[in-house]
């Protein structure tokens, strides 16, 4: 049986010492503060001295390894064994010739199919427990908030159609309603006259302009961050 090994790193490769440090003091923050998370790089380390993680290139694989815990791009945090297999260096290789495959470099995500993201997958192909949550939590809240906001940006414009839809029924309506009254008692006309007009002109407004949503109703998406995991 081969033990399986997770090298974690804190992701310092943004090129500005600030933001470097500013994450530095997030993962110190929520993940050895309070244990939630953070901003993290992992790889893999199986039968041999290398570690096997997956990142960002133009073309090919995006799956690549190096000497474990000595990233030179990000700094190294803690070592964590996920558990053993019985799988052959033979069978370790020819998992790693198809996820290799799997994972050009070009579809790396940062919130959907990062390094951490590459991990549970070759773990779980290794049969050993996924990681940590708390190493991808950061990751995994970000993709749940984009496909909520973008869910609701969708809800919102499909009712602006509807409204406006409504409003185009009500308004020919009440045109109807106003060439009626014109055609009977003309002093009964004369007195709805301001009322009649005071609502086309309402429902003019709302077909032109759309129904106004309110500013703190909406869910927002910051832009992410400029680091690759």
């Not at 070009?106 to 951490?116: G, P």
């Not at 970000?142 to 973008?150: K, L, N, Q, Y």
Request: aromatic share 10%.
């Amino acid at each position: 049986m081969t033990e399986v090994k997770l090298h974690i790193y804190d992701v310092t490769n943004s090129g500005s010492d600030k933001t470097n440090n500013t994450i530095l003091h997030i993962n110190k923050i929520f993940k050895d503060g309070i244990g939630l998370g953070g901003i993290f790089h992992s790889a893999v380390q199986i039968h041999g001295e290398d570690e096997w993680s997956f990142g960002y290139c133009e073309q090919g694989s995006g799956v690549f390894n190096c000497p474990s815990g000595k990233n030179p791009m990000y700094t190294y945090r803690e070592c964590i064994v996920l558990g053993k297999t019985n799988f052959s260096i033979s069978k370790v290789n020819q998992i790693l010739r198809e996820v290799s495959r799997e994972w050009p470099g070009q579809s790396y995500d940062l919130l959907s199919k990062n390094c951490n993201h590459f991990c549970d997958e070759f773990c779980e192909r290794l049969g050993v427990p996924k990681l940590p949550g708390w190493v991808n939590r950061f990751a995994n809240a970000g993709d749940t908030a984009v496909e909520i906001a973008g869910n609701t940006a969708f809800r919102l414009r499909q009712a602006k159609t509807e409204i406006v839809t409504a409003s185009k029924v009500a308004y020919r309506f009440l045109l109807g309603v106003n060439s009626n009254s014109a055609a009977s008692t003309e002093s009964a006309g004369n007195a709805n006259k301001g009322s009649t007009k005071f609502q086309t002109t309402w429902f003019k407004n709302l077909v032109s302009n759309g129904p106004k949503v309110s500013g703190n109703s909406e869910v927002g998406v910051g832009n992410e961050g400029g680091y690759h995991l």
